[in-house]
Antibody
Framework: EVQLVESGGGLVQPGGSLRLSCAAS????????MHWVRQAPGKGLVWVSR????????SYADSVKGRFTISRDNAKNTLYLQMNSLRAEDTAVYYC???????????????WGRGTLVTVSS | EIVMTQSPATLSVSPGERATLSCRAS??????LAWYQQKPGQAPRLLIY???TRATGIPARFSGSGSGTEFTLTISSLQSEDFAVYYC????????????FGGGTKVEIK
């Protein structure tokens, strides 16, 4: 079955760290760019970070730059998000999502995980 | 950063009626726009890309239109399973430009 399964969320104190994982199965993980997208409780979707297929290029939203690190292990079919210096405003459900294209002309998230909840609170 | 603005925030529609959702970009994104549907407790689902192309398996009652800065998602005859939140997302100049989502439109039962 083609799927993404996130894990690693939980309750962490402000200033703490957490590492999220996203296990991919049913497709050739190493062929796809991957992203993290988050959603604060009752709020909309916000793009967080992306990584290219071989892990050599990354990008981040300004709100997490310098605190979060995206990485991947293609041998393990797993995407990661290392989150440091966490703040209350980082509280959200974190989704990993696969980035696909139609003819390298149009791009979209065509596969999403169910998300993992990160709560930053003392 | 390109700002995406969706309106209205909430749309009350009766089953069987048409729903029209709007999305505006702060600068032209050409046709580089996608629409997603999200139901409570679920991950988003791709509906439309390229502003008007339905994704695989998406019913024909969903249609997208527009280009530049003004976009519309139309649901021609709302079914019970269509009541959800809808997000637009631009991917203009990918990967140079960052991806941004609109704030969402909630379609609720009238």
């Amino acid at each position: 079955e083609v799927q993404l399964v996130e894990s690693g969320g939980g309750l962490v104190q402000p200033g703490g760290s957490l590492r999220l994982s996203c296990a991919a199965s049913g497709f050739t993980f190493s062929s796809y760019w991957m992203h993290w997208v988050r959603q604060a409780p009752g709020k909309g979707l916000v793009w967080v970070s992306r990584i290219n297929s071989d892990g050599s290029s990354t990008s981040y939203a300004d709100s997490v730059k310098g605190r979060f690190t995206i990485s991947r292990d293609n041998a393990k079919n797993t995407l990661y998000l290392q989150m440091n210096s966490l703040r209350a405003e980082d509280t959200a459900v974190y989704y990993c999502a696969r980035w696909a294209s139609y003819g390298k002309r149009h791009w979209y998230f065509d596969l999403w995980g169910r998300g993992t909840l990160v709560t930053v609170s003392s | 950063e390109i700002v995406m603005t969706q309106s209205p925030a909430t749309l009350s529609v009766s089953p069987g009626e048409r729903a029209t959702l709007s999305c505006r970009a702060s600068q032209s994104v050409s046709s580089n726009l996608a629409w997603y549907q999200q139901k409570p407790g679920q991950a988003p689902r791709l509906l439309i890309y390229g502003a008007s192309t339905r994704a695989t398996g998406i019913p024909a009652r969903f249609s997208g239109s527009g280009s530049g800065t003004e976009f519309t998602l139309t649901i021609s005859s709302l079914q019970s399973e269509d009541f959800a939140v809808y997000y637009c997302q631009q991917y203009n100049n990918w990967p140079s430009e960052r991806l941004t989502f609109g704030g969402g439109t909630k379609v609720e039962i009238k």
